[in-house]
């Protein structure tokens, strides 16, 4: 059981480049979440999606797009990469979106912007 | 709305020793409380929550967390620390997103190293 799986696991881009994340689940979750992980600033919320085709913001949305497809599939978008978007990007997926059943994550992306 | 404090930014224990990460809540309303832990250069992993009933909740691990009301506190523990167990370990509010939605708010975290 693979759970969720992020691709790639590394990857270093040039100002003003574009790229796609890809986040997968097999566990036929409705809910899923883009984070990013910054020295000191814990995770914050990226865009979340509640269902196949729809998709939200969160707490830190801009410069980023997202898009919902297949429910088992969840891609973060930079269309202009900047280097404050240098993180640890973190997916993640649940059952419910009522905050009582945990967020599964995958082992993360890191990008660097330079 | 819900919030939480980790007071300490770290931890250090020695190998063996009964382990504690402090978490204190502040809600309306009933709390749900989650902990993570995320292990170096890995994704986080759901430890345990505490939704309603007993108020000892036991996890993965060998971890367990009270949950104390009058104290407003939420505190992980382990009998016995293991070198292993040292990773960053985050304790887990859910806020209210809109829309019938709730969200899970991640802050900084506890570093806990576990000396041999």
């Known amino acids: 059981n693979a759970g969720v799986t992020q691709t790639p696991k590394f990857r270093v881009l040039k100002t003003g480049q574009s790229m796609t994340l890809l986040c997968a689940q097999d566990?036929?979750?409705?809910?899923m979440y883009w984070y990013r992980q910054d020295p000191g600033m814990g995770l914050r919320l990226i865009h979340y999606s509640v269902g196949e085709g729809t998709t939200a913001k969160g707490e830190v949305p801009d410069g980023y797009n997202v898009s919902r497809l297949k429910k088992q599939n969840f891609l973060l978008g930079l269309e202009s990469a900047a280097p404050s978007q240098t993180s640890v990007y973190f997916c993640?997926?649940?059952?419910?979106?009522?905050?009582?059943?945990?967020?599964?994550f995958g082992d993360g992306t890191r990008l660097s912007i330079l | 709305a819900q919030s939480v404090a980790q007071p300490e930014d770290q931890v250090n224990v020695a190998e063996g020793n009964p382990l504690t990460v402090k978490c204190t809540y502040s809600v309306s309303g009933n709390p749900y409380l989650f902990w993570y832990v995320q292990y170096p250069n890995r994704g986080l992993q759901f430890l345990l929550k505490y939704i309603t009933g007993d108020n000892l909740v036991k996890g993965s691990y060998g971890f367990e967390a009270e949950f104390n009301k009058s104290q407003t506190s939420f505190h992980l523990k382990k009998p016995s620390a293991l070198v292993s167990d040292s990773a960053l370990y985050f304790c887990?509010?859910?806020?209210?997103?809109?829309?019938?939605?709730?969200?899970?708010?991640f802050g900084k975290g506890t570093k806990l190293s576990v000396i041999p």
């Open positions: 887990v509010p859910r806020a209210y997103s809109g829309a019938g939605s709730y969200q899970l708010t």
């Open positions: 993640a997926s649940s059952y419910s979106g009522q905050g009582n059943q945990p967020q599964h």
């Open positions: 566990m036929n979750h409705e809910y």
